[in-house]
């Protein structure tokens, strides 16, 4: 499939600033909540996690394209990302085993994206001035017409999202193993989760979002796992009541990014849009428990609120991010429950917190 190189495009952020680049994946215009992620490895993770449904990512890597894309290296079926800002796009892939060049697998997913800006600028913009919408085309370059479409895209604060990326369905895992049978309930969870679970010898069975505690426990489940995914956890009573119930059942639960969140207001503890969030894979964080540190990988616009947590009697801090003191873990008192807001499956990044599968599993056995 050919490179657009020569057709114009533009990005239109909710304050009215605009860049002029070049097109690179489908032509066509797409909005969503413009964000950026420091990774410098594993674009075609990002584009695939479901916790980014409804945003534009930002690359701050510069070369982007370079080692294309591959089908083991997704974490869900397709990207979920609604569109992409890059510096500088390559059309050419240097990795032979890759299945085909990013170009042709951003087209062939209908990924709008615009390239040949500076996204350093960019990115100290949204840190400033913090995440917003925005709007990428390569269709309508007018910006007034731009700022049109602009104004019908909702703000992420108080969307619920996890049931437009959620399991139609509940589906089986590690169906064979005699292992540990791990209920999860699917908020937008991805397959390098699942992966770190069957390979512990879990067996998953994979639920819908809005799937009751008591369809989950008809399974007989020896745990529940809250997953990540996208959107306000505000809006998502429906979640916080199922979690409600496995705490009132006294069932051992993990929750991960937006599950941690779920669990912190299933115990009364509030949550907050971030001023432009945490993404990335080399964020210091703190174990209160252990006194260790750990690098890790994170992806989220909302967290839960430290004064609350400290308020609370229902919960203990387990983790804190050491850049600005942000809730990093808790562990529910009188109950086997925890959750984490960073990504322990790390995929990629450091493996630095892939401990926290197995103190679930272990939990669950004790």
Known sequence: ??????????????????????????????????????????????????????????????????????????????????????????THHSRSTADESLQSYLERNNTVGITDLDTRKIVRHIRDKGAMNAIISSEILDINLLKGQLAKIPSMESLELSSKVTTSEPYLLNEESKGLKIAVLDLGVKRSILSNFTDRGAVCKVFPAKSSFTEMNDWDPDGFFISNGPGDPAAMDYAVDTVKEVLSAGKPLFGICLGHQILARACDIKTYKMHHGHRGIN????????????????????????????????????????????????KVVGKPAFSVQYHPESSPGPHDSRYLFDEFLQLINN
């Open 1 to 90: 499939m050919k490179y657009n190189t020569l057709e114009p495009a533009v990005l239109l952020l909710e304050d009215g600033t605009s860049f002029q680049g070049k097109a690179i994946g489908k032509i066509g215009t797409s909005g969503g909540e413009i964000c950026f992620n420091t990774g410098m490895t594993g674009y075609q993770e990002i584009y695939t996690d479901p916790s980014y449904f409804g945003q534009i990512i930002v690359n701050t890597t510069s070369h982007i394209g370079n080692y294309g894309a591959k089908n083991l290296e997704q974490e869900s079926d397709s990207p979920k990302i609604t569109g992409l800002v890059v510096n500088s796009f390559s």
């Open 283 to 330: 964020h210091p964080v703190k174990n209160l428990v252990s006194g260790k540190s750990e690098v890790t990988s994170q992806n989220h616009g909302f967290t839960v609120e430290m004064e609350s947590v400290k308020d609370s009697n229902k919960v203990t801090l387990t983790h804190v991010n050491l850049n600005d003191e942000t809730v990093e873990g808790l």
